[in-house]
């Protein structure tokens, strides 16, 4: 069954560095998002983008936060200057039909540390 | 802005019996509802989608109800198992392309 990946499992930076979180959303499908989720809080939606541009994004997504589709597979997250409070578990998504309508896959998650 | 609220207290059930979690919302009219299981250290993986036209969906031994008029979400899961000790998320779309998601509760089945 095509599934979520995401890379790395775990990352663990200084404060003030930048870091790039890499997915691979299920390959035919069209929509794809990042998630956060602090340590025992809710999964707090970030982005989403489709047609090579960002859809929607949340007041948490931030000039230090940007989104890049480089090639036909990766979707990635960048973060320019790490923050302490930037720790968390992101997880990608990606979903086949229109909008936030249709299932959404999340991968296994990347857990961020900063330290 | 839109709101979810879900039970925090854990939910502790008897194996066999059945398991209700509820899901309120406030502040919107969402034209569909979701429910996803999230295990420890996981993404989340859905379960049901239910519109704002429909009033119940089942799936195995799932289901899930949506009152448009009260703005909730019960979810069932009957016979119920300990496998199924996990926590629940309820998700609504917030628009465009954004889903937002509640807390969710924890449910813990005894064997």
């Known amino acids: 069954e095509p599934e979520v990946t995401q890379t790395p499992s775990h990352q663990v930076t200084q404060m003030g560095q930048e870091v790039i979180l890499r997915c691979v959303p299920i390959s035919n499908h069209l929509y794809f998002y990042w998630y956060r989720q602090i340590l025992g809080q809710k999964v707090e939606f970030l982005v989403s983008?489709?047609?090579?541009?960002?859809?929607?994004k949340s007041e948490i997504f931030d000039d230090q936060f940007s989104v890049e589709r480089p090639d036909g597979s990766n979707f990635t997250l960048k973060i320019r200057s790490t923050k302490l409070e930037d720790s968390a578990m992101y997880f990608c998504?990606?979903?086949?039909?229109?909008?936030?309508?249709?299932?959404?896959?999340f991968g296994p998650g990347t857990r961020l540390l900063v330290l | 802005s839109q709101k979810i609220e879900q039970n925090s207290e854990a939910l502790n059930i008897q194996e066999g019996k059945t398991a209700t979690l509820t899901c309120n919302y406030t502040?919107?009219?969402?034209?569909?509802l979701q429910w996803y299981r999230q295990d420890p250290g996981r993404g989340p993986v859905f379960l049901l989608l239910i519109r704002e036209n429909e009033k119940e969906k089942r799936k195995e031994r799932l289901k899930v109800t949506f009152d448009t008029t009260l703005k909730q979400s019960l979810f069932h899961i009957t016979a119920s198992q300990p496998a199924d000790s996990a926590t629940y998320l309820c998700?609504?779309?917030?628009?465009?392309?954004?889903?937002?998601f509640g807390a969710g509760t924890r449910l813990f089945v005894k064997a």
């Open positions: 998504a990606s979903s086949g039909l229109a909008g936030a309508e249709e299932t959404q896959y």
């Open positions: 998700a609504l779309e917030g628009g465009g392309f954004k889903t937002i």
């Open positions: 983008f489709y047609n090579n541009e960002i859809s929607e």
């Open positions: 502040n919107y009219s969402p034209a569909y």
